[in-house]
């Protein structure tokens, strides 16, 4: 509705009182607005109707001059008693109301949202790396795949980054050598932390990368990354002598839940001037959802 305008109501009208309605009674209204009740400025007059009968009207409604939601009670007046729902209070009259937006009003509409699933809970869960930090044979968890036969990757108490041992990597030319770890996401699984300890030493010069140390994440069943990039790390990319944390974080591990994977490290030297690779304190910190 438009401010300072009239509307023609229709009201249907029954006297259920216990008395006859003369022409000292009227039919009007009120507003109930932001700032107060606004009586009625227009009415029907000379209303009668004896008990218990019905008769059909319309009224006259002026709007206010102001914007805003408001409420319109519609009521009956008595000329000298005032409206109905107001001359006793103990009583309670019914009115007609009707939430009304006159000019301009703000709306605020329900959301509703189709497929909405409540927020899940995340947390993270242990790390699945067994015998993490070289403390028993690497035939414990660990297993050794090396190329030629008599390359070597074997725990040692030379250098270690906490406890006794670590397991170096490399030390030869032209050696492929695998440490791997079977392990099995469970359920739920969305996401990983991937941490380990990195000491490296070379008689490579600093030029060139040439003997490599790559960390990566394989099925176990064909042998082939489930990572977009594995990380690598040569004898150019970090420090000699001193011990480097390694992080990384692996997303979208959603459908590898319950399968069996690699969490491998491969040494791999070229044909002069070997590289070797310390390697201590592993883990794998899975992140599930419920």
């Not at 030493?201 to 042998?223: C, H, P, Q, R, Y």
Request: with cysteine.
């Amino acid at each position: 509705m438009n401010p300072d305008n009239t509307y023609n109501v229709v009201i249907a009208l029954q006297n259920s009182g216990t008395a006859a309605w003369n022409n000292q009674f009227e039919l009007s209204y009120q507003w109930e607005g932001p700032n107060g009740t606004i009586n009625g400025t227009t009415s029907v007059s000379n209303i009668s109707l004896t008990e218990g009968n019905f008769t059909q009207t319309t009224l006259p409604v002026r709007t206010p001059s102001n914007s805003g939601p408001y409420i319109l009670k519609i009521d009956m007046v008595h000329e000298n008693g005032g409206y109905f729902h107001s001359r006793e209070a103990s009583r309670s009259w019914f009115t007609l109301d009707y939430n009304v937006c006159v000019g301009t009003c703000d709306t605020y509409l329900p959301i509703i949202m189709k497929n909405y699933s409540p927020p899940v809970a995340c947390q993270e869960g242990g790390n699945l790396i067994q015998n993490a930090g070289f403390e028993s044979q690497l035939g414990t968890h660990w297993i050794e795949v090396l190329q030629p036969p008599w390359a070597y990757t074997f725990r040692t108490y030379l250098r270690n980054k906490s406890g006794t041992y670590s397991a170096v990597l490399g030390g030869l030319d032209n050696s492929d050598e695998t440490l791997y770890q079977p392990i099995i996401l469970p359920a739920d699984t969305v996401s990983a932390k991937v941490s380990f300890w990195l000491y490296m030493v070379t008689t490579e010069n600093d030029f060139a990368e040439f003997d490599k140390l790559i960390w990566d994440l394989k099925n176990d069943s064909t042998g082939y990354s489930v990572l977009q990039n594995a990380i690598v790390h040569s004898n150019k990319s970090i420090s000699e002598h001193t011990w480097t944390k390694v992080t990384a974080e692996i997303p979208g591990l959603e459908n590898l839940t319950q399968q069996t994977l690699r969490f491998n490290f491969r040494a791999i030297t070229d044909g002069s001037n070997y590289t070797n690779f310390w390697i201590d304190d592993v883990t794998f910190v899975y992140t599930y959802c419920q």
